[in-house]
């Protein structure tokens, strides 16, 4: 009579929904940024979420092969971490570097740990981070949308001071322009202090003047960028480039009920509010927090990757606690750190602390207390 009985852990769910139906729901909200994508790279960006989602699915159903277990690849779940992870990278990303990565994300984030459920990270992030460190030139080349330049240019960080506000390879690399030419004045102010004669006076007045300009010019850049980023139009990865495409597939989401308010609150309202102090000490080298939440991967992250059931507590509180964590991190990485960006450490760092929070955050039976 056991045989009979299934017995699972919370949630359970009254309503007839499955895996399928759930990342169903998840591609048709990401197919507002995909839209999104295609008319601001055109063919390029079909290339590189085809890619990745060509071989994130190719992956499973190998690992499936070798595993002997069965076909998974109907739940769909491949399919999204081949999108999320296409939106994750540059437009000009080679196909093949793209394929590793949709390689790597199934492979290495999700099949060694069991398949889908009980995967620890997740594997867009992963993957993400595995290019970024091993394809550090590739995944550091931006392009030009082409509804401002029809041949969409290539445009390299180590030139981008030099490219037009306009058509920059990122916002953020902006952004930690100013940090940076303000901490070269810092540096050139310091030296003039201990400077004791005309010429050395002269040289690091110079630099001063230089940094100041710079840090002004990004500053400027910035706010005129964000604006920008809002309906598209600005470089970035495919994901980043629009930020109104992206709250249109959370607006979906949250209407079907795929998703809940609380992770997302809590990723933009903490970076909201981490990146306004540090805006109110230094409004000239900082962004402001509007800035911070329009651009980048804060959108994606809050709304498509942060989100992720598996990877994510499943308590109110704990997704709190995750969600004010990841928005702490990204803000602490852009404007500290030393990577423009910081969607995918933060995002693997808090995963990493997920089995924790759910310790933290045991729910209290009805009419009992929770287990310690």
Known sequence: MLDNITVSPSPHISKAHSTRSIMLDVVIGLAFPMVAAVIFFRLQAVFVIAACVISCMLTEWICNIVRKKPNTLGDLSAVVTGIILAFSLPASIPIWAAAIGGAVAIAIGKMVFGGLG????????????????????????????????????????????????????????????????????????????????????????????????????????????????FLGGVGGCLGETSALAMLLGGAYMLFRKTITYVIPTAVL?????????????????????????????????????????????????????FGIGIGVVIVLIRNIGGYPEGVMFAVLLMNALSPLIERMCKLVPSGGKKND
């Open 118 to 229: 009980s995967n620890i990270f997740n594997p867009a992030m992963v993957a993400r981070t595995f290019m970024a460190a091993s394809l550090g030139g590739l995944m550091t080349t931006w392009m030009v949308p082409a509804t401002i330049d029809a041949d969409m240019p290539k445009i390299e960080v180590s030139v981008a001071a030099d490219a037009d506000a306009v058509t920059q390879a990122t916002p953020l690399a902006w952004s930690k322009g100013a940090i940076k030419a303000k901490q070269a004045q810092a540096k050139a102010v310091n030296k003039l202090e201990k400077a004791d004669n005309g010429q050395s006076d002269t040289k690091y007045k110079a630099q001063i003047d230089k940094a100041a300009q710079t840090a002004a010019g990004s500053i400027s850049a910035t706010a005129s960028l964000r604006n920008a980023n």
């Open 269 to 321: 309202g903490s970076a909201a509010a981490f990146a306004a102090i540090f805006w109110a000490i230094s409004p000239e080298k900082y962004a402001d927090p509007l800035f911070h939440l329009l651009s980048g991967g804060m959108l994606m992250c809050a709304i498509f990757i942060a989100t992720d059931p598996v990877t994510a507590p499943l308590t109110r509180k704990g997704m709190w606690i």
